[in-house]
């Protein structure tokens, strides 16, 4: 009996164990172990592209040695634009070495990180993979100006079965896109940026209000603003109309945080954060969490959803949401959390809400994803339950 005890006990430990790991990666720490991978290691730290392959599930990462990060610094091009060009080195799909010599039909095409990101224009931002005689795989940009492909597949440095592959080609993957310069702060028009991306009604209310210049300001030290879209925006105007002056500037500040946050980041870092509005005892702040894949801002009025990205290079992220952020400083804060049983049955049924929705919904409830409900509700009871028969037997 003691032995059939224990066994369960350390089935239960390793199941949570394998649950709380499953898809974890870093690829800063796998490169580490490669000296002459250094320097792109070294870029994809500062260019924040680690963070957004660690939270990625299915990923192949193509890296270079030192030598060819060399010849790609040699160009002095601006982050931003090194940026561009390692995130066309990062495939939303998993290619081991032996996936890589088993194309379907010798040749595929593939979606880069770069073209994920929506900088890539047309088919910029995707890359032919070519099975070639003698056992070689190569490598071309769709945009690439070479007959030829631009690199080779030279070994596996690490792979994880269908979650994570990081191959070492021969060269970098070069593209007139992703090498075309990139804006720098002083560049970047923060309500340009959202009129031509589905927030045009919000830009024009900072613009109106004459709050355009403390957004612009706050670029050089970094920036991330959710927008609501234009179809939201309408939605929630009569209660904007009803505001006074100063309230209206607080809650378009609201909607921006004094500090650059990638998409990445917000995945990987939940909690509170501070806005432009806040000052002094009016904290004017926000919860971010994670649901899913799903990243949710909360207020304690409304839980807004980031639904695309418009622009996520540092220093400026701007995130289309799906809600007006409403702050308990100028609007009422929803009811408490509810049961657990209602909170259960409102899931089975969730659905798109309006803006005037009060959303209910606890932090705890919602926000920390399958792997944290299968471990704070089933494997705790599914644990006491198994072991109570065991130990005292009817």
């Known amino acids: 009996m003691e032995a059939k005890i224990f066994s369960l006990i350390v089935g239960i430990f390793l199941l949570l164990a394998a649950v709380d790991t499953a898809g974890a990666h870093n690829i800063t720490t796998i490169l580490a172990d490669h000296p002459s991978l250094s320097t792109f290691n070294h870029y994809l730290t500062v260019t924040h592209l680690a963070a957004e392959i660690n939270r990625r599930r299915t ?9 060819a990060m060399a010849e790609l610094l040699d160009k002095h091009y601006t982050l931003p634009t090194i940026r561009n060009i390692l995130a066309l080195h990062i495939f939303a799909d998993y ?19 770069f073209q994920a990101t929506g900088e890539a224009a047309g088919t910029s931002g995707y890359v032919n993979i070519t099975d070639m005689k003698g056992g070689k795989v190569g490598f071309t940009p769709v945009d690439s100006d070479s007959t030829q492909p631009v690199a080779t597949f030279v070994k596996s440095v690490h792979e994880s079965a269908y979650d994570l592959a990081v191959i070492q080609i021969s060269h970098i993957l070069t593209s007139p896109e992703a090498e075309a310069p990139t804006a720098g702060p002083g560049d970047l028009n923060v309500t340009t940026i959202m009129s031509k991306q589905g927030c045009k009604d919000f830009s024009d209310l900072i613009i109106a209000q004459g709050v355009e210049e403390t957004f612009t ?19 929630f105007m009569p209660k904007y109309h009803n505001l006074s002056s100063d309230n209206k500037t607080s809650l378009l500040l609201y909607h921006g945080v004094p500090i650059y946050n990638s998409l990445g980041f917000l995945k990987s ?25 799903d990243v949710k801002i909360e207020t304690k009025v409304v839980t807004a959803t980031i639904m695309a990205t418009l622009i996520d290079e540092d220093p ?5 949401i799906n809600k007006v952020l409403q702050p308990t400083e100028l609007f009422k804060a929803a009811p408490g959390p509810k049961s657990a049983k209602s ?19 606890s932090a705890d409830s919602t926000s920390d994803g399958g792997v944290t409900l299968l471990r704070r509700w089933i494997s705790p009871a599914l644990f006491t339950s198994v072991l109570v028969i065991l130990l005292f037997p009817f």
Do not use: M
Request: with cysteine.
């Open 59 to 67: 990923i192949t990462v193509c890296v270079v040695n030192n030598d």
């Open 316 to 320: 400026l992220a701007v995130f289309k």
């Open 217 to 235: 300001q706050s670029l050089q030290s970094g920036l991330t603003i959710f927008c609501p879209s234009s179809e939201t925006l309408k939605a």
């Open 269 to 293: 870092n939940n909690g509170p954060l501070n806005t432009l509005a806040t000052e002094g005892a009016r904290k004017y702040d926000f919860t971010v969490q994670t649901d899913g894949d």
């Open 95 to 113: 290619f081991g070495a032996k996936k890589l010599h088993q194309v379907s039909k010798g040749s595929t095409t593939t979606s880069s990180l």
């Open 343 to 361: 909170a259960f049955d409102d899931d089975s049924a969730d659905g798109p809400s309006s803006d005037d929705d009060n959303d209910g919904t």
